[in-house]
T-cell receptor, first 112, second 116 residues
Framework: DTEVTQTPKHLVMGMTNKKSLKCEQHMGHRAMYWYKQKAKKPPELMFVYSYEKLSINESVPSRFSPECPNSSLLNLHLHALQPEDSALYLC???????????FGDGTRLSIL | AQKVTQAQTEISVVEKEDVTLDCVYETRDTTYYLFWYKQPPSGELVFLIRRNSFDEQNEISGRYSWNFQKSTSSFNFTITASQVVDSAVYFCALNAGGTSYGKLTFGQGTILTVHP
């Protein structure tokens, strides 16, 4: 079992739907991350939060909207996604920006 | 710019063989951090090791060992007496760059298959 919990594990949505991915950690980590991973590829960074402030946005389209309500929670709001957005979305957390990142099991997202 | 190269796309070995996974990195920063992660078929990324640029000491943890050489910009990973449970994709990653700290640059990954 990982210490970073992601829900849901699987999500199927249409291109006009609005949904959210959730990530939670209780390790006292102050940095949290969203990654996107396509099959047979390495994870690609999307967003980094440090002390609940957005510190890196890797030019992600606005149909992905991150939110960090508190130091333990990270959300990714999805709206008007495209079929190419189908992927595994991974959340991670770390004590600081240079410490090891610990990953959740991911949400497998399919866009119809 | 940061770059990580894992030249071995796939490696196949028989159980109990030793196997080395290569990782070469590029960065202009003098302070940086290197990592290895394991991704089994179930999908979660498992942290294995972190090494900072000032610590070239090699490390051994059970059947795993790591060889960090700044002179060749390499951070290789050896599994001794491989087991079927070692089958996974292994990623080498680099964290460097001042204001870009937190951004992990991953190599393309090496798929390791250990046959019984």
């Amino acid at each position: 079992d990982t210490e970073v919990t992601q829900t849901p594990k699987h999500l199927v949505m249409g291109m006009t739907n609005k949904k959210s991915l959730k990530c939670e950690q209780h390790m006292g980590h102050r940095a949290m991350y969203w990654y996107k991973q396509k099959a047979k590829k390495p994870p690609e960074l999307m967003f980094v939060y440090s002390y609940e402030k957005l510190s890196i946005n890797e030019s992600v389209p606005s149909r992905f909207s991150p939110e960090c309500p508190n130091s333990s929670l990270l959300n990714l709001h999805l709206h008007a996604l495209q079929p190419e957005d189908s992927a595994l979305y991974l959340c991670a957390s770390s004590h600081s920006l240079v410490q090891p990142q610990h990953f959740g099991d991911g949400t497998r997202l399919s866009i119809l | 710019a940061q770059k990580v190269t894992q030249a071995q796309t796939e490696i196949s070995v028989v159980e109990k063989e030793d196997v080395t996974l290569d990782c070469v990195y590029e960065t202009r920063d003098t302070t940086y951090y290197l990592f290895w992660y394991k991704q089994p078929p179930s999908g979660e990324l498992v942290f294995l090791i972190r090494r900072n640029s000032f610590d070239e000491q090699n490390e051994i943890s059970g059947r795993y060992s790591w060889n960090f050489q700044k002179s060749t910009s390499s951070f290789n990973f050896t599994i001794t007496a491989s087991q079927v449970v070692d089958s996974a994709v292994y990623f080498c990653a680099l964290n460097a760059g001042g204001t870009s700290y937190g951004k992990l640059t991953f190599g393309q990954g090496t798929i390791l298959t250990v046959h019984p």
